[in-house]
């Protein structure tokens, strides 16, 4: 079954998609569907399996944890400017 689509545009665009399927030798609905066709086809999707894998990898790894209202205050402290600096590794 097919569906139809309203797409809105500017005047001076709809007058360049014309032309340009004017060159191609094809109806302005028909030169949309294969833009359209061709951009799907381009888009680059990650599949579940690389989405879950990025979880699992960050779910891995160790990072800051404590009450909320502590590390916000921790964050505000060092956007002031009122937190000391880490060492640094081998500095005495």
């Known amino acids: ?3 139809r689509l309203q797409v809105l545009l500017e005047d001076t665009e709809l007058a360049e998609i014309r032309a340009l399927a004017r060159r191609r ?7 949309v569907r294969d833009a359209l066709r061709a951009a799907r086809a381009a888009a ?9 894998s990025a979880v699992r990898e960050a779910a891995a ?4 944890t404590g009450e909320i209202e502590e590390l916000l205050a921790e964050t505000e402290r060092g956007y ?12 005495r």
């Open 80 to 91: 002031l400017g009122e937190m000391p600096l880490p060492p640094v590794p081998g500095d």
């Open 44 to 52: 680059d999707y990650p599949t579940v399996e690389s989405k879950l």
């Open 25 to 31: 030798r094809q109806t302005t609905a028909a030169f």
């Open 1 to 3: 079954m097919t569906k």
């Open 61 to 64: 790894q160790a990072y800051p």
